[in-house]
């Protein structure tokens, strides 16, 4: 694995591609008078799912339905919970989710309500993520441990041999490390990665021991206590495993595929090789955007690329801004990475995956 002492820089340009992309986007919203934020039908939409959310928690922890309702109905809490992380605290996150300051706040701190923190979360994705994608060594989320081998510049393990079949599993276990572990070492750490992680305030730490005391509370000793330890296990797992899945795929979908770059931070000079706008097209890949569902489901995360250069644009936008962007690329010369289909972008993961387990790739 790559280290960096200090932050990687990008280098100047005269004629900014983040400026003229930025110029064009803007002119689209002032010319239609839009606002750049969500709309009714996102706050329809994170209605929704949050009703739905308590509504199966009720009926799974107090009505308790026979078995196979059960486990149907901890496969669709298991999809809402990852659903409420792409639609509503995404948004809230970034900002975009509503003009209203207040209502931003709300939205970004649903995470809480699924059991992580966003003090972290902040940092690690909207401070780290969104500016150092696929930098090894920075980008923390291409930083699987021993278990995966994400980028070409990280070291290689036997075990790697076998990681595009196993990583099926793997990826289950994404929500319960997060909850139950990532947040604690970030907390006790104070780093996320190699990266220091910014000085919390009173609140932060209130916060943090609130947060995971409610979800134990809610989600551990109350379901145990209603419904007794085997039950509350078997549909705890299904919940957790299922939204792991579904969070995890999403988001590799989106950086780690066939033809996604890797920029290596030059020793030197300690910059990278492209400004800002080219290193977030060449390490982003879009997937499945004429699909609507897959679009609605996950909250416009299938427009990545436009998401890496406008994140303060709600994701209810991006269909619209992808051709301004597809034709930027093309008028620049710059690969725009899309697979017309989730089917097909999964296939690219699975094929990047079994090419990183080649001991031979650097």
Not at 78 to 85: F, L, P, Q, R, T
Not at 107 to 121: K, P, Q, R, V
Not at 332 to 350: D, N, V
């Amino acid at each position: 694995m790559a280290t960096h002492s200090t932050i990687p820089k990008f280098p100047y340009t005269k004629e900014s591609l983040h400026t003229v992309l930025r110029d064009r986007v803007n002119e689209y919203f002032t010319k239609n008078n839009i606002k750049q934020t969500g709309n009714v039908k996102l706050f329809l939409k994170a209605s929704l799912l949050i009703f739905v959310f308590a509504i199966l928690y009720i009926h799974l922890v107090v009505v308790q339905p026979v078995w196979y309702i059960s486990i149907i109905e901890c496969i669709l809490m298991g999809g809402v919970i990852a659903s409420i992380g792409f639609n509503v605290m995404h948004d809230g996150s970034h900002g975009s989710f509503s003009k209203k300051k207040w209502l931003n706040k709300i939205a970004a701190n649903t995470i809480s309500m699924l059991g992580a923190n966003h003090f972290m979360w902040n940092m690690k994705h909207n401070m780290i993520h969104h500016t150092f994608t696929n930098i090894d060594g920075v980008d923390d989320d291409i930083e699987v441990g021993i278990l995966m081998r994400m980028a070409p510049t990280q070291k290689h393990y036997k075990i790697h041999k076998f990681q595009h079949v196993y990583f099926w599993f793997l990826y289950t276990l994404l929500y319960i490390f997060w909850i139950f572990f990532s947040d604690y070492k970030k907390y006790f750490s104070r780093k996320i990665g190699d990266m220091p992680l910014k000085k919390m305030e009173v609140k932060d730490h209130i916060m943090f021991w609130l947060v995971k005391f409610y979800h134990f509370c809610l989600f551990v000793i109350l379901p145990i206590y209603l419904l007794g330890w085997a039950k509350w296990l078997v549909g705890f797992l299904i919940v957790s495993l299922f939204a792991g899945f579904v969070l995890s795929i999403v988001f590799q979908l989106a950086h780690t595929v066939e033809q996604t770059d890797f920029p290596v931070v030059d020793t030197d000079s300690n910059k990278l090789p492209d400004e800002f706008a080219i290193h977030q097209i060449k390490t982003t890949a879009n997937f499945a955007t004429d699909n609507k569902l897959v679009s609605w489901l996950v909250g416009g995360l299938n427009f990545q690329i436009e998401h890496h250069l406008f994140p303060k644009i709600s994701h209810v936008h991006y269909p619209a801004i992808s051709n301004i962007i597809r034709s930027v690329c093309l008028e620049y010369k710059l690969q725009y990475i899309e697979y017309p289909t989730t089917r097909k972008a999964i296939a690219a993961h699975y094929r990047f995956l079994k090419h990183m387990g080649n001991p031979n790739t650097y």
